[in-house]
Nanobody, 125 residues
Framework: QVQLVESGGGSVQAGGSLRLSCVAS????????MAWFRQAPGKEREGVAR???????MYGDSAKGRFTISKDNAKNTVYLQMNSLKPEDTAMYYC???????????????????WGQGTQVTVSS
């Protein structure tokens, strides 16, 4: 069983930065695959970034070049550093985890077992 708690969301002007955190409470085994998704009002949930193991990273098209995913195993925490934020980045951001994933698997929500409650990011122009 894994519980995920996100934090770090907030309101920022376009061009600004935020760092989201996701703390995992792990009761059996640390999940090997953790990701960030987001969902804007009226839109489908989309994958933002994924980290597999300690270093294999994957990004959605909207995040490439602006967002960075990282993890601190000692703290059971995954981060999402978001730079050059745009109004279209406004969404609820969710942390997700699954025990294992393959490097070739897409950033797809149905592959993830555990989800946090989300943290709101609002970017104003």
């Amino acid at each position: 069983q894994v519980q995920l708690v996100e934090s770090g969301g907030g309101s920022v002007q376009a061009g600004g930065s935020l760092r989201l955190s996701c703390v995992a409470s792990v009761f059996v085994a640390r999940p090997d695959c953790m990701a960030w998704f987001r969902q804007a009002p009226g839109k489908e949930r989309e994958g933002v970034a994924r980290i597999r193991g300690d270093s294999h990273k994957m990004y959605g098209d909207s995040a490439k070049g602006r967002f960075t995913i990282s993890k601190d195993n000692a703290k059971n925490t995954v981060y999402l550093q978001m730079n050059s934020l745009k109004p279209e980045d406004t969404a609820m951001y969710y942390c997700a985890a699954t025990r294992t994933c393959e490097a070739w698997e897409p950033l797809q929500e149905n592959l993830y077992t555990y989800w946090g409650q989300g943290t709101q990011v609002t970017v104003s122009s």
